[in-house]
């Protein structure tokens, strides 16, 4: 059972090891939407997204055993990158894959930290599979993106940070498998129970939101989204069951929307933001969150890995 017990031992084991990321205001971006808006930059987190909280977390949670077999993943590239750096930190040998097409940044970054990168597949769909099968033809130990209790404790310990830092009336978290969210919500609904805690996925990756539809964990036979680090192929019976509990809404962005937001991060708030994060501000822009008029809304910036050449073609695109 998870609990916010395991979001706090989590917050002991990983402190003085990853940063206090901070809470910085975004009145340019929220005032035309009625709401005092913050951004919660883990885009400035150590390896570059929330990532880093969960694995690192993962690693020092795990036994001598399961450390000394060596460890794998599967990522898009952000969760790559934070169990290759965590390994790092903690001794441990690390494999990680990423679908053939994952960003250039992500997988040089991955290498860079030390980790065995295998690229395999068109999407994560592919990608999942490949790992699981290296899982046991190597003997490793899987660590999961977000399906897993000490991964998605260590990424909910962003939401203490946010409560102490403001009274958020509404917090918003892109979701690709929901650990962040499992997470956080956990927290929230816990601290904050007034707080309206709200979910985003891109139009083309809408895991959480068939799930819900569903009333089940679902799987996509697609994924198509400019937000590459929100695209796991199914909703996790871990983090499904307190998302369905605890989350006030999920709601949908499209590509476009997500292109227009990042512009408005990096014009407006001065920050880089990767598709995935910008997701959660498009939300806001697009007023899809349910916020009131004057809501304190706190957005997770919970990463900010992107080429750069993708970012100069979304900075130069005309607006829709």
Request: hydrophobic residues 50%.
């Amino acid at each position: 059972m998870f609990t916010i017990v395991d979001v706090q031992a989590a917050r002991e084991r990983i402190a003085g090891r990853v940063h206090h990321t901070p809470l910085l205001s975004a009145t340019r971006i929220g005032a035309p939407h009625g709401v005092a808006l913050s951004l919660k930059c883990e885009s400035l987190q150590k390896t570059g997204s929330f990532k880093a909280r969960g694995a690192l977390n993962a690693l020092l949670a795990m036994d001598d055993e399961a450390r000394n077999r060596g460890v794998i993943t599967v990522s898009a590239g952000n969760h790559a990158q934070a169990l290759a750096w965590a390994a790092a930190q903690t001794g441990v040998k690390a494999t990680v894959v990423m679908f053939e097409k994952a960003p250039r940044l992500k997988v040089e970054a991955s290498r860079g930290y030390g980790a065995e990168v295998v690229l395999f597949g068109a999407s994560s769909i592919e990608s999942f599979a490949r790992a699981r099968e290296l899982e046991k033809e190597r003997g490793l130990t899987f660590v999961h993106p977000f399906d897993d209790v000490a991964v998605a404790a260590g990424a909910g310990t962003v939401a203490f940070e946010i409560l102490e830092a403001t009274e958020a009336d509404v917090i918003v978290v892109s979701m690709g498998g929901g650990g962040l969210m499992a997470g956080v919500a956990t927290v929230v609904r816990t601290r904050s129970p007034k707080t309206r805690i709200v979910g985003v996925e891109p139009i083309g990756a809408a895991v959480i939101r068939k799930s819900l539809d569903a009333g089940k964990p679902m799987r996509l036979d697609r994924i198509d989204t400019i937000a590459d680090g929100l695209t796991a192929p199914m909703a996790g019976d871990l983090t499904f069951p307190i998302i369905q509990k605890l989350v006030d809404d999920v709601v949908l962005v499209s590509d476009d929307e997500i292109r227009a937001a990042m512009r408005e991060i990096l014009t407006s708030a001065k920050l880089v933001a990767e598709p995935a994060a910008a997701a959660a501000v498009a939300a806001v822009m697009t007023g899809r969150v349910g916020a009131k008029k004057g809501d304190r809304v706190v957005a997770v910036l919970s990463g900010g890995n992107v080429d750069l050449t993708r970012l100069a073609e979304i900075a130069a695109a005309p607006s829709p």
